[in-house]
Every structure is written in C-alpha cells, then in structure tokens.
C-alpha cells in the first residue's frame, strides 16, 4: 500500500536493520525500542491489524507467528522468555496500521499486561 510506512520498509524504500525474513514475513529492530530485545514481525501482505485477521490469508498469518518463534530463537531470549503483543486500533493505541507483532524480551516483564 503506497502510503503504508512498514510496506515502505518492506520495500527498502525506509531503512530498518533486519533480524528475519522470508518470503512471507519481515522482521526489524523497533525505533524506539522498549525492552533489550524490541522486534518487529510483520506480513509482507498489507494487513491492517488482527482485526482484519478474518479475512486474511492463512498461511501469511501462520508464517508471522513462526517468524515470532524464529526472531525469539536468534535473539536469544526462546529460554529465557518473551512476550509477543498486537496493538489493534485506537484504544490500544496502534499507531502503525499494517499488522505488526512485538517481540519482546531480554528482561523480566511486568505483570500487568495494561
Ligand atoms: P504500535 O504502536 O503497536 O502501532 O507500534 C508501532 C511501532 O512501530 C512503534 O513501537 C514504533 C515503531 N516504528 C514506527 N516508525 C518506525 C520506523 O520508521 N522504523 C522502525 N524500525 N520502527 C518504527
């Protein structure tokens, strides 16, 4: 999508220092990194959010997650622990609209998911 951000990353078109990537999903550091370990996993299909996970394709949203796995495995944190998360809208603030996990890890979480 032209004026999609992470599309434009995914194009190379914005700089992004890759961890992962396969034929269906990109994986990048976060600018603005909020544990020692702060990943990006996105579908290179624009998605706009889980919310529209219904209509999408199956096998693209399967490959985000075994990205997740995959990103956790080469950032060392598979053992230790870590966290994926999803902003979906407004009231969970997604402030991207293209379909985006957050891997993150290297440290002990807080409890409180909200
Ligand atoms: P969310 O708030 O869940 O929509 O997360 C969007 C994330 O995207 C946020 O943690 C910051 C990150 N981000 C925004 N712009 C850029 C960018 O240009 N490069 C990178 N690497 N990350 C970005």
Do not use: W
Not at 29 to 39: E, G, L, M
Not at 43 to 59: F, L, M, N, Q, R
């Amino acid at each position: 999508m032209a004026d999609c951000l992470f599309c434009k990353i995914i194009h190379g078109e914005i700089p992004s220092n890759k961890v992962y990537e396969d034929d269906k999903v990109y994986a990048f550091r976060d600018i603005n990194p909020q544990a020692p370990v702060h990943v990006l996993v996105i579908p290179k299909e624009h998605i706009t959010s889980v919310g529209a996970a219904e209509e999408a394709d199956e096998a693209t949203l399967a490959a985000c997650l075994k990205a997740c796995a995959k990103v956790a495995k080469l950032e060392n944190v598979a053992e230790t622990g870590f966290r994926v998360v999803s902003n979906c809208g407004d009231d969970a603030c997604q402030s991207v609209h293209h379909l985006h996990f957050h891997v993150l890890g290297g440290k002990k979480m807080a409890e409180n998911m909200a």
